[in-house]
């Protein structure tokens, strides 16, 4: 069967002069190949009459469905309705029931309406009006000869909404795309090539119908299975089949499955396990506590932690012994260990968790290099430590040791 | 005089498919705009050559200058290098200053050259190799009836670390570009309609080879001064002299120049004052010491901080008084003060700043909405208390505690 083949165009000269980072795009490309179809090619236009004339033409020569966004504002600099319009040779109309969303939508937050508003009202009478519940500006389709052209908001959420709720179920409709299901299997300690080594020989046995691709990424590789039938139930469960098998291979160090962070997947392990944690934070900053912290309901099982930045309040407050600094330093097992051992107590936690490392660019030293961390778990019956070599990039090793220290804590819950 | 436009062309289908977001382009554009050129289209193909070769004589046709990155890897399905080829009708030949670097390269990480790695010194004959020294794709520059292609490598650090040392000053020799000056004035804790209120006088009276645009962010607005003529030296001075003009209308809220971050500014102020700071963070839950400690050399002026996310640890650990979380709750005046104060001396700080609100998106009452937040700054002699009230999205309370945090410690170290 011949790919459906897909534009994406992106409108706006705040794009074009590198004000803004253009999101959508990458978004929609990504759903599209959920879908199956292949996107040919992006590209981004001004806001300028003839270049949108021409990137329209364009579009239509190279691909059966073209994704357009921005532009739509109510200002005069905003060109895609009037475009669209002229481009399909349409009438312009006021659809009124665009223009009562509008008006409410001022309404309901006690904005004035003007004039200006009602020009969002504004669409070409051959267009079909898809309604945007989280904005002003209408989404609309068309079709000409197979192919279709949909215009939507530039603003991300509305996008996103337009394009789950409404956008993609009409696209499968009109293109009878093929049923197609994906699953991204999320790991964690271990790199590209020596995952794929470990898994070599169940990749090798996928069935044709099943592709695997490898989506690596700081301190993590992504895999993700995507099957093509027109069956879904059945795809789901030879997918699934094929994760069984995959788990004796790559069991440990496999957290979650397609949106689920390593920081929600602790924190559901701690939820399961009715466990609470504590971090003492040197070289880590509060990273660790920051990420663990942005999970919706964290503080069931989050008591909180300390950064003791210099050596005096790893003493004082965190009860490290002074002898321990004094003989080993700062960035030594010794002193992760009982980092991890006392912030469990002083926080009451079921576990501590701890980092202490020369994060760079300066501290350095021949026997300790900037990239040296160790980190540690304590859970009152066993205390874990284990010593990274990490980069010479401080922002990398910040968030390289939280994924570590994270890391650290699932195999522990696990094991 | 008539502006020099600009194609920026993305090549790799891990950026058409959605897998990577395509954060060079935004990078490029900027930097074209701050030279004056104009940016008329943006374009992302895949790894095929047909649809290369179709994107290279559109773009010659459009635009004066074709900025290309990506698609130069040493496998099979990286095709950038031997289309362009093609395109100028060039033969191949292998680059003997490339190879040795090559080499050179693989030698000083200890990683094994390879006969694919030898095909990274392929380039067209009539190229014109730009050396890159902190990769191993060559940058290659090509001329063709007063046009320029550059082609670049898709690794970020690698292409703008050539962008800045060799191609942006090519590329101003080759079109003999104006003189492009620009200030960014970055300011915090006002909006942008209110900001362009305080400063529209002056505003009004830029002159003509002055531009202003305002761009916002969450919590900042950057207002960024652009100012073209011949002579760079009289430019800076006139735009110094706009800025002198504009101090005492918004004095308050600018914090910082150009690239420079907010923690950033906040460190500078906290060595030159010699003054130390510790925080207290309950619904930040660690961001605010985060985002001090990606600062290199923070550890002169951060001594460390305490997030106590439950309130048995604000009395334990903090010394918060039992009847002050009784009588107010956690997200009150009274118990932020304490905390500030406390944290002050707990770390034994010149400066306590603590946060704690509900940050959502449970946690709410009718008295206490979600976005509650209260912060404070302490430093021995005054003790400063502020209530905000911010959204329903927890990312983004915690991203605004942060800055309102930093925002309130700035403005009481200039007062």
Request: with cysteine.
């Given at each position: 069967?011949?790919?459906?083949?897909?534009?994406?165009?992106?409108?706006?000269?705040?794009?074009?002069?590198?004000?803004?980072?253009?999101?959508?795009?990458?978004w929609m490309s990504y759903e599209l190949d959920q879908l199956g179809i292949k996107v040919v090619r992006k590209?981004?236009?001004?806001?300028?009459?003839?270049?949108?004339?021409?990137?329209?033409?364009?579009?239509?020569?190279?691909?059966?469905?073209?994704?357009?966004?921005?532009?739509?504002?109510?200002?005069?600099?905003?060109?895609?309705?009037?475009?669209?319009?002229?481009?399909?040779?349409?009438?312009?109309?006021?659809?009124?029931?665009?223009?009562?969303?509008?008006?409410?939508?001022?309404?309901?937050?006690?904005?004035?309406?003007?004039?200006?508003?009602?020009?969002?009202?504004?669409?070409?009478?051959?267009?079909?009006?898809?309604?945007?519940?989280?904005?002003?500006?209408?989404?609309?389709?068309?079709?000409?000869?197979?192919?279709?052209?949909?215009?939507?908001?530039?603003?991300?959420?509305?996008?996103?909404?337009?394009?789950?709720?409404?956008?993609?179920?009409?696209?499968?409709?009109?293109?009878?795309?093929?049923?197609?299901?994906?699953?991204?299997?999320?790991?964690?300690?271990?790199?590209?090539?020596?995952?794929?080594?470990?898994?070599?020989?169940?990749?090798?046995?996928?069935?044709?119908?099943?592709?695997?691709?490898?989506?690596?990424?700081?301190?993590?590789?992504?895999?993700?299975?995507?099957?093509?039938?027109?069956?879904?139930?059945?795809?789901?469960?030879?997918?699934?089949?094929?994760?069984?098998?995959?788990?004796?291979?790559?069991?440990?160090?496999?957290?979650?499955?397609?949106?689920?962070?390593?920081?929600?997947?602790?924190?559901?392990?701690?939820?399961?396990?009715?466990?609470?944690?504590?971090?003492?934070?040197?070289?880590?900053?509060?990273?660790?506590?920051?990420?663990?912290?942005?999970?919706?309901?964290?503080?069931?099982?989050?008591?909180?932690?300390?950064?003791?930045?210099?050596?005096?309040?790893?003493?004082?407050?965190?009860?490290?012994?002074?002898?321990?600094?004094?003989?080993?330093?700062?960035?030594?097992?010794?002193?992760?260990?009982?980092?991890?051992?006392?912030?469990?107590?002083?926080?009451?936690?079921?576990?501590?968790?701890?980092?202490?490392?020369?994060?760079?660019?300066?501290?350095?030293?021949?026997?300790?290099?900037?990239?040296?961390?160790?980190?540690?778990?304590?859970?009152?019956?066993?205390?874990?430590?284990k010593k990274l070599q990490l980069t010479q990039n401080r922002i990398l090793n910040i968030?390289?040791?939280?994924?570590?220290?994270?890391?650290?804590?699932?195999?522990?819950?696990?094991?």
């Amino acid at each position: 069967m011949k790919k459906i083949t897909a534009e994406i165009l992106t409108i706006g000269d705040e794009i074009l002069y590198g004000q803004i980072l253009d999101t959508n795009a990458q978004w929609m490309s990504y759903e599209l190949d959920q879908l199956g179809i292949k996107v040919v090619r992006k590209t981004t236009v001004g806001d300028n009459e003839e270049d949108i004339l021409t990137a329209f033409a364009e579009a239509e020569d190279r691909a059966d469905l073209v994704l357009i966004t921005g532009g739509l504002g109510p200002t005069n600099d905003d060109l895609t309705m009037p475009t669209l319009a002229k481009y399909f040779g349409s009438d312009i109309i006021l659809d009124e029931h665009v223009l009562a969303h509008v008006k409410d939508f001022f309404e309901k937050r006690g904005r004035e309406f003007t004039e200006l508003n009602r020009r969002q009202a504004l669409v070409p009478e051959l267009a079909e009006v898809i309604h945007n519940s989280l904005g002003t500006a209408p989404c609309t389709w068309y079709e000409r000869d197979g192919k279709v052209f949909v215009s939507m908001p530039g603003v991300p959420h509305e996008m996103k909404n337009l394009m789950k709720e409404s956008v993609i179920p009409k696209i499968r409709n009109f293109f009878n795309t093929p049923v197609i299901y994906h699953r991204v299997i999320k790991t964690v300690g271990i790199g590209e090539s020596f995952l794929a080594d470990k898994i070599k020989d169940w990749e090798d046995s996928l069935p044709s119908h099943v592709a695997l691709a490898y989506l690596p990424s700081i301190g993590h590789v992504k895999l993700r299975l995507t099957a093509v039938s027109d069956n879904r139930e059945i795809l789901k469960q030879d997918v699934q089949l094929l994760i069984d098998q995959l788990m004796p291979l790559a069991e440990k160090y496999i957290y979650g499955y397609d949106n689920t962070s390593l920081e929600e997947a602790v924190g559901q392990m701690l939820i399961e396990e009715k466990k609470t944690i504590a971090f003492a934070e040197s070289c880590s900053g509060g990273f660790i506590q920051h990420k663990m912290t942005t999970i919706p309901g964290s503080s069931a099982y989050f008591q909180g932690g300390l950064v003791p930045y210099h050596n005096q309040f790893k003493i004082d407050l965190l009860g490290v012994k002074t002898e321990t600094l004094e003989k080993h330093g700062a960035v030594s097992e010794e002193c992760v260990i009982e980092m991890a051992e006392r912030v469990r107590e002083k926080f009451n936690a079921d576990i501590g968790a701890a980092s202490s490392g020369i994060a760079g660019p300066d501290g350095g030293s021949d026997e300790k290099p900037v990239g040296t961390v160790w980190i540690a778990y304590a859970d009152g019956k066993k205390t874990i430590a284990k010593k990274l070599q990490l980069t010479q990039n401080r922002i990398l090793n910040i968030e390289l040791t939280e994924i570590s220290v994270l890391n650290l804590v699932r195999k522990s819950l696990k094991a």
